[in-house]
């Protein structure tokens, strides 16, 4: 245990997100995405895990340590539900409220067609699968930066 570390966040995860720059994306994916499979064409190539968890509380973790990207439109994207890209099922609700929070603000998360999603998890840093069991409870978020001090 770390103190002000979120401990739902495991050691090579903090590394992962450590190790990303500005720019870099990672992968939250529940548990029915090809997570190992793509997890090895990414750049850390190992899939990460933090099992036993929601997608919004991986997010919600992941986020109290990890900036987003404020200069870009896809700082966060939420996979399409297949035929109904605009409907938003209640796990992408909870994940947009942990972006929400992390940020204190409203900013909506894009949506992007599921084999869209593949190829781009395929460019990520890295992969983390969550125990989310609900369907399309997968994401991408694209790391910011931490400004010098004042």
């Known amino acids: 245990m770390l103190k002000g570390i979120d401990p739902r966040l495991?050691?090579?995860v903090l590394y992962a997100l450590r190790a990303m720059g500005h720019g870099d994306v990672v992968v939250i994916s529940d548990t029915n995405f090809p997570s190992d499979?793509?997890?090895r064409d990414t750049v850390l190539g190992e899939l990460l895990t933090m099992h036993n968890l929601t997608a919004a509380e991986s997010v919600e973790a992941v986020l109290s340590v990890m900036p987003l990207d404020t200069f870009v439109d896809d700082f966060a994207a939420r996979m399409e539900v297949v035929g109904k890209p605009k409907e938003i099922p209640p796990v992408?609700?909870?994940v947009q409220k942990a972006?929400?929070?992390a940020e204190g603000r409203?900013?909506?998360m894009v949506s992007v067609e599921r084999f869209d999603f593949y190829d781009r998890a395929r460019q990520a840093y890295a992969v983390i699968q969550t125990g989310e069991r609900r369907f399309y409870g997968c994401f991408l978020l694209r790391k910011g930066?931490?400004?010098p001090e004042e």
């Open 92 to 94: 992408q609700k909870e």
């Open 99 to 101: 972006i929400d929070k």
């Open 106 to 108: 409203k900013r909506t």
């Open 145 to 147: 930066v931490i400004g």
């Open 37 to 39: 499979s793509v997890a």
């Open 10 to 12: 495991s050691a090579d």
